[in-house]
């Protein structure tokens, strides 16, 4: 069974940090891209981080230089480092996984429960 679990989310003041965990497991992911989604209240999920073939990031421009995505050596854990905390940055984060293969993206097809994050002003 394919699970991804999210963790570490919580309430931070503005200008903290938080540190999300997504552990994967039931398969291998080395084949597949990995993505951190955040979805407000009201609003649509949106992609805000992603990372693939070991080392390759990208990121949506209201979070880069503040987030930081990662994985580890066996692509059980990814991880996503959120520095200089806003109150726009409150949302339900959830992690997700896309087969990769060469130039070729599937749609994210696991996807984890979410966890809530906070920032308070």
């Known amino acids: 069974q394919v699970q991804l679990v999210e963790s570490g989310g919580g309430l931070v003041q503005a200008g903290g940090s938080l540190r999300l965990s997504c552990a994967a497991s039931g398969r291998t992911f080395s084949s597949y891209a990995m993505g951190w989604f955040r979805q407000a209240p009201g609003k649509e999920r949106v992609l805000i981080a992603t990372?693939?073939?070991?080392?390759?990031?990208s990121y949506i421009n209201s979070v880069k230089g503040r987030f930081t995505i990662s994985t580890d050596n066996a692509k059980t854990m990814v991880y996503l480092q959120m520095n200089s905390l806003k109150p726009e940055d409150t949302a339900v984060y959830s992690c997700a996984a896309a087969p990769v293969t060469g130039k070729r993206w599937g749609a994210y097809e696991y996807w984890g429960q979410g966890t809530q994050v906070t920032v308070s002003s």
């Open positions: 990372i693939w073939s070991g080392a390759n990031t």
